[in-house]
């Protein structure tokens, strides 16, 4: 009973405790006087004349009867239900997507490889350049996507047989049309088309959308094309005081404009985010799922490992030598776009709050992160 009670519901743990009980207090009892002492001694002999036939009947009966118990308390644990899935525990729940049970299934079927430099994902540079394809650019607010968002235009505006499609807003409720055109771009592309996809504000949340990035490249490459992801990072001190010159038009303070950053208002939907907040959860909550800064780094090197082919960091002139050299367009000048040309002043108290909430967001450690692994990466592709 004592080996087999851990197993059994509640109400029967208590049964089995309560019958110890009583036991051990009958035997203490007894063993003060040495009448009572002889009696048990007979009491046992002639039960275990009786019983004893019996014995290897009840084990057998026994272990049976306990063996069935926990088949029925564990056998529902393997069933891919949603619940079962999230509440495996806080971290799960923080990285695994949510809409629906089949997109969970599907991510849990691909390897999960570590963040390191030999895992990174690499183009074939004897392949160039691709004849067909996708350049799926996920632009993030204050890198210079503005600039890489120009261009991408005006490459498409000088070769042929390259779109451009984008779909981003201000409001939730854009990502579905996103996906629902994503679907859609990925399909019946001509063997020397190529389709520009933009991703901004609401367009896409890589972390609980995920699977979709697995869908679209399985199906792009299924019709002999490239699907190349890209994005543009910048240093994360700078990029949080770039994004503080929004806060000149709401005439907001550096504290309002920044107060959800501080560590007790993580679920707060901030009127900014960080870069690795951007890349996670797009414009949504800053941290739901009260992650540490050491997950929310390992989760978005692990995305940007699994999917993003191109990853920069202020490196423009770069990134257009590579994207062109993976394309075969015809080079075209990049002008910067969106410029701040006014002036920013902050107290020494000031930056001292903007350095210590960005690095306690993670984006220092997600920077470096970035530099120590990219750094040179594609360097044989620029020209």
């Known amino acids: ?121 690499t183009i074939d540079e004897s392949k160039l350049p691709y004849q067909c394809g996708i350049i799926f650019f996920y632009h993030i607010a204050c890198t210079g996507g503005s600039s890489i968002n120009r261009w991408l235009g005006k490459e498409k505006d000088n070769n042929k047989n390259v779109t451009y499609w984008t779909k981003w807003g201000r409001h939730d409720g854009v990502e579905a049309g996103f996906i629902e055109g994503v679907n859609e771009k990925v399909q019946n592309i001509d063997p020397r088309e190529w389709r520009i996809v933009h991703a901004h504000g609401y367009s896409f949340f890589p972390n609980t959308s995920e699977p979709y990035l697995y869908r679209w490249r399985e199906e792009v490459e299924r019709q002999g094309c490239g699907f190349v992801v890209t994005t543009m990072l910048r240093d994360a001190v700078g990029h949080t005081i770039s994004q503080s010159k929004g806060m000149i038009n709401p005439n907001l303070t550096l504290d309002e404009w920044i107060t959800h950053l501080e560590p007790e208002n993580r679920q707060e939907r901030g009127i900014w985010n960080t870069q690795i907040d951007y890349l996670l959860y797009n414009r949504g909550p800053r941290n739901e799922f009260n992650a540490t800064k050491e997950e929310k780094v390992r989760r978005a090197m692990e995305l940007l490992q699994r999917h993003f082919d191109i990853v920069m960091l202020s490196d423009y002139k770069r990134f257009t030598e590579i994207i062109l050299k993976i394309t075969g367009w015809n080079e075209v000048g990049m002008k910067h776009a969106n410029a701040f040309n006014g002036e920013l002043n902050y107290t020494e108290r000031e930056l001292d709050k903007v350095k210590r909430l960005t690095e306690e967001n993670g984006d220092v450690l997600f920077i470096d992160a970035v530099k120590h692994l990219y750094y040179g990466h594609l360097d044989y592709l620029a020209a």
Not at 2 to 25: R, V
Not at 74 to 88: E, G, M
Not at 108 to 116: D, E, G, N, W
Request: net charge positive; aromatic share 10%.
């Open 1 to 121: 009973l004592t080996l087999l009670s851990p197993t059994l519901p509640h109400h029967d743990q208590l049964h089995t405790c309560l019958l110890a009980t009583h036991l051990l207090a009958v035997t203490r009892d007894c063993t003060a006087n040495t009448s009572c002492k002889v009696y048990l001694k007979s009491f046992k002999m002639q039960r275990r004349k009786i019983l004893s036939p019996y014995f290897p009947l009840l084990a057998w009966g026994l272990v049976t009867f306990s063996s069935y118990r926990i088949f029925l308390s564990t056998r529902d644990l393997s069933k891919p239900t949603s619940s079962s899935i999230r509440s495996v525990n806080i971290y799960e729940a923080e990285f695994l997507p949510q809409q629906e049970v089949s997109l969970a299934s599907q991510l849990a079927s691909y390897p999960r490889v570590p963040p390191i430099l030999s895992n990174l994902r």
